[in-house]
């Protein structure tokens, strides 16, 4: 297991479609989040789960997003009628809940890059 | 607010120090951390340091955080010009769930 994987890299698509991203953690972390990231700024948490249950959600999650990880494995982050506000960086980390190393924080996948034309 | 505040930009020469500020926002902060982003790329975990210490020193790396004034410093000696890319510090935060929050990032430029 080499890190966090995130699938497709690039992803561009027309205003109004759906678009749905794939992460797959680092196997032994049970803890998995979905931040955004837009051009000149940092990462803003979007929501979190802990093994198959998702635990918080951002107001930034709009009702057009859905985030699942059926298994507690890997997660789909699906955005629905996509706006061309949703062009940004989408990006994946996982790491142990703390008390079990979450001292050294998350490990964070390549991120899906959504443009909306 | 979760403001994390960084300056946006240094630009150093090759084999300079380098220090990159951080202001951050939650006195009850437990962890705070040092990310580095190169393009196109996701974000990799340079170091972190815990709320109970002020120094924390990883090769060229150096951490020093001041509680009083939410102060957080991130130091490279011999800045090389592969160092070049945005440095997010981050904060853990809240009560139950920590998330982290970050900063707007500070882009370092290493010129040779």
């Known amino acids: 297991d080499t890190g966090v994987s995130q699938d497709p890299r690039h992803k561009i698509t027309k205003r109004g479609q759906n678009v749905t991203f794939r992460c797959d953690p680092i196997?032994?972390?049970?803890?998995l989040y979905w931040y955004r990231q837009t051009l000149g700024q940092g990462p803003e948490f979007l929501t979190y789960?802990?093994?198959?249950?998702?635990?918080?959600k951002s107001r930034l999650l709009s009702d057009r997003f859905s985030a699942e990880r059926p298994k507690g494995s890997f997660s789909t982050l699906e955005i629905q009628r996509t706006e061309q506000g949703d062009s940004a960086m989408y990006l994946c980390?996982?790491?142990?809940?703390?008390?079990?190393?979450?001292?050294?924080?998350?490990?964070f996948g390549s991120g899906t890059r959504l443009t909306v034309v | 607010g979760e403001d994390v505040e960084q300056s946006l930009f240094l630009s150093v020469r090759e084999g300079d120090s380098s220090v990159i500020n951080c202001t951050y926002t939650?006195?009850?902060?437990?962890?705070l951390y040092w990310y580095k982003q190169e393009p196109g790329a996701g974000l990799q975990l340079l170091t972190y340091?815990?709320?109970?210490?002020d120094m924390k020193q990883d090769q060229r790396l150096t951490v020093l955080l001041n509680k009083k004034d939410k102060h957080l410093s991130l130091r490279i000696a011999d800045t090389q010009t592969g160092d070049s890319a945005i440095y997010f510090c981050?904060?853990?935060?809240?009560?139950?769930?920590?998330?982290?929050?970050f900063g707007t990032g500070t882009r370092l430029l290493v010129s040779p």
């Open positions: 980390a996982s790491s142990l809940a703390p008390g079990r190393g979450g001292a050294y924080g998350y490990t």
């Open positions: 196997s032994e972390h049970n803890r």
């Open positions: 789960f802990q093994n198959e249950a998702q635990l918080e």
């Open positions: 939650d006195s009850s902060s437990t962890y």
């Open positions: 340091i815990f709320s109970n210490m």
């Open positions: 981050a904060e853990r935060m809240g009560t139950g769930f920590q998330k982290l929050v």
